[in-house]
């Protein structure tokens, strides 16, 4: 039932006498099985997967055939009433290093004594091994039981192998099996575990191409490469895969393809478990470079880093597996099948062009020449029109057909023709199921042939931590992101990005700017500048006129204007409006990049896009379109009379007592016309229902709301003004593990700070309902006090990067001071890698060099951080030393440098 496996090529020490006793036995086993995974260890490396995992499972199978015969002291095997079974991964002899080992006691109905004994000796012998060892036991009957009920086990049972024991109990076993596949069991069988996979890959994002993927159970894993086997053993009788040549399901070539890729996840896998001293199966970042280490990987010429190199190459054998595992799951039962390829028929239907549609699949209709697309290169284009216009995806013929053609067909002149570019763009104009054809195109390599460019981004590695998928799959996660705006399927956007998108004319150029956004990033270093370039090239080249390429362009060039200024700005300043007007220009461009924007943040990975995110992107454009509108004068409210605002503020506080009025009419009056421009009326009278608790012991006030609809939480601190005081609240924040997000900070004429904080959890998202800080604030109130030292009440260390020597050095630290963007405040840029306990050390050394942080915008790119802050003087004054500003510059590298 299994695939023949090679001698071993590890000896297994002799085992000792069969009456040495229990201990003994499972002394030697235990030894044996940790020689056996250290000389998988040493010898593991690419091009030997499959021979060490068979050899695994042989020197697995002398131990336990040794283990067996103690117990039945050498007995005929053949008069035993029970047998030792290999199932699961040991009985197909695919034995990773940390394998589990599953073991099937198979028995006779009745037993005598001695074989009651026996057995029972036997299973704690398995279960003194402990480790990954499992097993049951059960009669011929209880284990066919299983059959059509549990299909885990039925799995189990076509893997299954003899070990030692009565080889007649096996055999009925096998007999039984046959027996019930033949009754028509298979069909049931293939739906579940088809079903099975498809849910599985579903789990795991429907894609091969992520940077922590799971070596087993994602799409193209070694799970998949099972439901190979199983479907195999259904369909044929036998789990070898040569048998699917026979029946023209693969060609020789096709096999080949599909064992060297299978050799390599065992490879990997083998690696994975040596690096974790454990099973695991998730090749996360912080094995992937000991992994890479382990199989001898080093950097090439488009991954600079070792571990780059390694999903490079894991993902193109997880292809390799995954267009296998789908033809096979496709074509091998209705070539064993009558009644599939019946019922296929009855479901085709032709369409117009020749074409049929079938299982919400399209494909050329039988009378379609093989070399159809050869004779007429355009039709490839034709046929994906089709696909998009009717909500179908491509068959897997269609694909082989598209990609045995393109190499010839898509040549120059197939690139030029216009014929072929209105067809593209019909199909990025959607705007329905245009993700799923692109996605069709990039998988039969039509995409790269028309867009010769894209094949440099295919399968790229780029290692950041904050994309989760290859630049490839993450633009076509975000073309899905954008299709599902459009369409209505996105929940939980802001209401003006819907109406944005809906704004936008074409469409179609919106899709191919998204589509060629990260296009630069082919080209090494500068990607935005580079991909500007290259879309001006391919659009020019696919006939767009003049004003559709600078469009697209513009559409390049711009894709992170957004993000850059609503994330690392502050939004309220007049300032960062009127640059980003001076750069859209007209409200139709800037509504493209808002979608844009959205989709290129949503295709980073599962929950990138945030309500927080979504509300300062939202309040960036609103105020970028009053401009662009004309009404300068609105963008922010024009400083007013402190005595305008006091009704406004009162009217929220009917209920307040006097003296908590009091103290909001002297904070309208002392704050700043910042803080009367940008906020609002409900919230200064929140900030002074804070300020009034306020007194000699109570010297900080904290309060924890969590917006309706936001995945963050907000802390409101009323503060006595003290040099520091903004650094106190963001070490006493981290020592409960809280993630700043966004923090902004307001002084008043007398003596008061108000510091707002949007911030999130340690696991990301708001903080957990009923969390309270009144620990944390009793703490600050002693240190504000004087009765306790700030590093004893929060002992925050700056801990090491987050990354290793390789990313550092590509990602060196970087320190900017801006005196030009904003009339009020000075600008510091830190980019640096991230480390526990980092925004606590930045902010400690502003406070030592005398320097006021008004707001502080906290972003993290992958392992590296991008911190703006505002820094006014004491004196709440722009810093225009330079020499003083230097001087940070040097301790601030310094710091980062240890």
């Known amino acids: 039932m299994s695939i023949s496996a090679p001698p071993s090529r590890h000896a297994v020490a002799a085992a000792p006498d069969r009456n040495a006793g229990r201990a003994v036995m499972i002394d030697w086993a235990k030894r044996e099985i940790a020689r056996v995974r250290q000389w998988i260890i040493e010898s593991n490396g690419i091009g030997r997967g499959l021979d060490l995992c068979a050899a695994h499972a042989a020197a697995l199978d002398r131990i336990l055939g040794e283990l067996f015969t103690s117990v039945t002291k050498g007995a005929e095997e053949s008069a035993l009433p029970f047998a030792l079974i290999a199932q699961g991964g040991y009985g197909r002899r695919q034995m990773c290093l940390h394998s589990d080992v599953d073991l099937l006691v198979l028995a006779e109905d009745r037993l005598g004594a001695q074989a009651e004994t026996q057995i029972r000796e036997l299973m704690h012998l398995l279960y003194d091994l402990g480790g990954e060892i499992g097993h049951s036991m059960k009669s011929v009957k209880e284990a066919l039981a299983v059959l059509g009920e549990d299909f885990q086990q039925t799995t189990a049972l076509f893997e299954a192998r003899p070990l030692a024991g009565n080889r007649a109990l096996f055999d009925a076993l096998e007999k039984g099996l046959r027996h019930r596949l033949q009754r028509g069991f298979m069909g049931d069988f293939l739906t579940s575990r088809i079903d099975e996979m498809r849910g599985r890959h579903a789990r795991f994002g429907n894609t091969v191409y992520l940077l922590e993927p799971n070596v087993k159970e994602g799409e193209g894993g070694l799970r998949d490469v099972h439901v190979c086997q199983w479907i195999t053993f259904a369909c044929l009788g036998t789990g070898d895969l040569s048998a699917l040549v026979e029946q023209e399901v693969l060609s020789a070539e096709d096999l080949a393809s599909l064992l060297k890729a299978w050799d390599f996840l065992l490879v990997v896998r083998n690696a994975l478990h040596a690096a974790a001293g454990r099973k695991v199966d998730v090749l996360d970042s912080a094995r992937l470079r000991q992994v890479a280490q382990a199989l001898a990987i080093a950097p090439d010429s488009a991954h600079h880093l070792p571990e780059e190199h390694l999903l490079h190459l894991f993902h193109r054998a997880a292809h390799t597996v995954d267009l296998m595992t789908g033809r096979i799951v496709r074509l091998l039962p209705r070539r064993t099948s009558m009644a599939s390829r019946l019922t296929r028929r009855f479901q085709e239907k032709r369409l117009r062009g020749g074409w049929i549609s079938c299982r919400g699949e399209i494909m050329p209709g039988a009378d379609a020449p093989p070399d159809l697309f050869a004779r007429d290169p355009g039709q490839m284009m034709e046929i994906c029109v089709a696909a998009r216009e009717r909500g179908l995806r491509l068959s897997a013929e269609t694909k082989e057909m598209i990609r045995a053609s ?154 992170l204007w957004l993000p850059h200024l609503a994330f690392r700005r502050d939004i309220s300043d007049p300032a960062v409006v009127e640059e980003l007007a001076a750069k859209v220009q007209t409200p139709e461009f800037l509504n493209m990049l808002y979608v844009l924007t959205f989709a290129d943040i949503s295709g980073v990975g599962p929950e990138n896009w945030t309500s927080w995110k979504g509300s300062l992107l939202a309040g960036l454009v609103s105020q970028t379109v009053r401009f662009l509108a004309g009404h300068e004068d609105r963008v922010i409210s024009e400083t007013a009379d402190p005595e305008e605002i006091i009704p406004r503020v009162l009217a929220q506080m009917e209920q307040d007592p006097a003296a908590v009025q009091q103290r909001a009419r002297d904070l309208v009056r002392s704050a700043t016309d910042r803080y009367r421009a940008s906020v609002s009326p409900a919230r200064m009278a929140q900030h002074a229902r804070l300020l009034a608790r306020l007194g000699d012991e109570t010297r900080a006030v904290w309060q924890v709301d969590h917006p309706h609809g936001c995945n963050y939480s907000e802390i409101t601190v009323a503060v006595y003004d003290a040099a520091g005081v903004f650094c106190l609240m963001c070490g006493a924040l981290a020592s409960k593990g809280v993630n700043i997000l966004y923090a902004q900070g307001y002084s008043t004429e007398d003596g008061f700070a108000i510091e707002t904080f949007q911030v999130e959890s340690a696991k990301g998202g708001p903080l957990p309902h009923g969390f309270v800080l009144g620990r944390v604030e009793r703490l600050v109130n002693q240190v504000l006090r004087g009765e306790l030292p700030v590093d004893q009440a929060f002992p925050v260390k700056l801990g090491p990067p987050k990354a290793s020597a390789e990313q550092i050095a590509l990602a060196p630290v970087q320190i900017h001071f801006d005196n030009r963007t904003s009339a009020l405040f000075t600008l510091m840029e830190v980019r640096t890698i991230d480390r526990t306990g980092l925004l606590h050390a930045l902010t400690a050394e502003l406070a030592a060099a005398g320097m006021t942080i008004n707001l502080a915008m906290i972003s993290t790119e992958s392992y590296r951080v991008v911190d703006v802050f505002y820094l006014t003087d004491l004196e709440n004054m722009k810093i225009d030393d330079m020499r003083r500003l230097k001087a940070l510059e040097e301790k601030l590298l310094a710091m980062l440098a240890a």
């Open 406 to 559: 393109v190499p010839a067909a898509c040549d120059d002149a197939f690139r030029s023709d216009m014929a072929n570019t209105q067809r593209f763009l019909s199909i990025l104009r959607g705007p329905a199921h245009t993700a799923a054809t692109i996605r069709d195109m990039a998988d039969s390599g039509l995409l790269a042939g028309y867009l010769p460019e894209f094949s440099r981004i295919h399968h790229m590695v780029r290692l950041d931590q904050y994309h989760r998928y290859t630049v490839d799959e993450h633009t076509l996660k975000c073309l899905e992101a954008a299709e599902a705006l459009i369409t209505g399927s996105t929940q939980g956007t802001e209401p003006g990005l819907l109406e944005a998108a809906q704004r936008i004319d074409r469409w179609d150029l919106l899709m191919f700017g998204l589509l060629l956004h990260d296009i630069g990033k082919g080209e090494g270093r500068g990607h935005v500048v580079k991909g500007g370039q290259i879309a001006q090239r391919v659009a020019q080249r696919i006939g767009l006129d003049e004003e559709e390429t600078e469009l697209v362009r513009q559409l390049v060039l711009g894709h």
